[in-house]
């Protein structure tokens, strides 16, 4: 019980970190926080865009990451909240393994 306990709070310490640096530091580059196959992964199947010349920043990336756990990403709404971007990581993690087995080659 104790090691799933330690496992949970490992993730949740990581959902709202990343729920307070989307918040306090938006500028911040989203490679800061997630590895390249994750971002791009999220990135090309939430836009079904190519991806970006630069980088993009966390208040670009994180609610289409949120947008995975249902956050509707309106013009009044608040900032994605924790909920949110722990449903849309879970998602990320399967993308990111599929982007990492059958996706582009690094261009």
């Known amino acids: 019980?104790?090691?799933?306990?330690?496992?949970?709070?490992t993730v949740a310490w990581r959902v709202l970190q990343l729920t307070h640096l989307h918040r306090?530091?938006?500028?911040l580059p989203c490679t800061a926080v997630f590895?390249?196959?994750e971002w791009k992964s999220v990135w090309r199947i939430t836009t079904?865009?190519?991806?970006?010349?630069a980088v993009p920043s966390l208040a670009?990336?994180?609610p289409l990451l949120a947008?995975?756990?249902?956050y509707n990403c309106r013009a009044g709404d608040p900032p994605p909240g924790p909920q949110a971007l722990w449903i849309?990581?879970?998602r990320m993690t399967d993308f990111t393994l599929a982007w990492?087995?059958?996706g582009p080659q690094e261009e």
């Open 48 to 53: 079904r865009k190519a991806l970006p010349k």
């Open 100 to 102: 990492l087995a059958f």
């Open 67 to 70: 947008s995975l756990g249902g």
């Open 60 to 62: 670009e990336f994180v």
């Open 1 to 9: 019980m104790r090691n799933c306990l330690a496992f949970y709070k």
């Open 88 to 90: 849309g990581i879970r």
């Open 35 to 37: 590895d390249d196959a």
């Open 24 to 27: 306090e530091c938006p500028t």
